[in-house]
């Protein structure tokens, strides 16, 4: 899995799945950024035991112009990006429609699909710039499980397979893939915060062929496969990590 060389950036890597796919992007030989809110000195500690150079930037990745800055900070002090991680996201406490205002609707919409749009567009120039440039973003199984009281987060993660489809058929030309993961549910700090609620973990395990939770070590492997070479013809793909809830398409 030789990443040496390679320059990843991954939104919300101070705590949860972005951290660990940091850390692993690192172990793999990639130099790794983190765009949080948070700062992310665990993470880019985790990344230098590794070997490689992290920086952690704390800005928010729905502000056009942190972002900008973000990426001219990455491409002083690493380098060019050839693998955007477009990770952080909002899980909003579980809220039945007739709950959900238009104030929580856009905060979920501004935080898990504009920001993956304004990072990617941010980062278009460096990932461009190699001819091996990687997208992945963190869609959910939510898309096709539809738990109650998700509709909001529902619509932004279904968005995000949009997304990944149609960055994907622009970007090939120039050599970026674009792909997005659908885990199902991952325990991470920001599950905990939603208030979800037994009854809903265990409808969707239910669903689950292979009943077991995901874990973000789960998730490593397929992310830096992607990243590779070989895996170049891999684009606009939806992967299911969901223990066989969905089947084929
Ligand atoms: N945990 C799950 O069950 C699960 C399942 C499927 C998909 N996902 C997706 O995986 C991704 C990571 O989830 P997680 O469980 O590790 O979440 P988490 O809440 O534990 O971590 C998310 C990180 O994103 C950061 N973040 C949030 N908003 C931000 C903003 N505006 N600007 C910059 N950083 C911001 C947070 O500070 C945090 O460090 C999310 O996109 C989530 O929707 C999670």
């Known amino acids: ?3 040496e060389g390679r320059i990843a950036v991954i939104t919300g890597a101070a705590r949860g799945i972005g951290r660990h796919i940091a850390e692993h992007l690192a172990r793999a030989g990639a130099d790794v950024a983190s765009i949080d ?10 990344v230098t035991a590794a070997g490689r150079r992290g920086v ?8 056009p112009e942190a972002l900008a800055a973000a990426a001219e900070r990455v491409r002083t002090e690493l380098g060019d990006a050839s693998i955007l991680v477009n990770n952080a996201g909002l899980h909003p406490r579980q809220t039945l429609i007739d709950d959900v205002d238009y104030e929580l609707w ?24 190699g001819g091996s440039g990687r997208i992945i973003n963190m869609s959910s199984s939510v898309a096709n499980v539809a738990p109650l009281g998700g509709v909001h987060y529902i619509t932004s993660k279904a968005a995000v ?7 994907a058929r622009e970007l090939g030309p120039d050599g970026v893939t674009v792909n997005a993961i659908a885990p199902s549910i991952v325990q991470t700090p920001g599950l905990a915060g939603t208030g979800i609620s037994p009854e809903i973990v265990d409808a969707v395990l239910a669903q689950q062929i292979v009943q ?38």
């Open 37 to 46: 809110l948070a700062p992310s000195d665990d993470t880019v500690a985790a």
């Open 161 to 167: 397979v949009g997304l990944t489809r149609g960055l």
């Open 106 to 129: 856009q905060r979920t919409m501004r935080v898990n699909i504009d920001s993956m749009f304004l990072v990617s567009k941010a980062f278009l120039p460096q990932l461009r710039s």
């Open 1 to 3: 899995m030789g990443l």
């Open 212 to 249: 077991d939770f995901t874990t973000p070590d789960d998730l490593v492997g397929l992310v830096t496969y992607l990243c590779t070479h070989e895996a170049r013809l891999f684009t606009g793909q939806h992967f299911h990590l969901d223990g066989g809830i969905v089947l084929g398409d």
């Open 56 to 63: 952690g930037i704390v800005a928010d990745v729905t502000s």
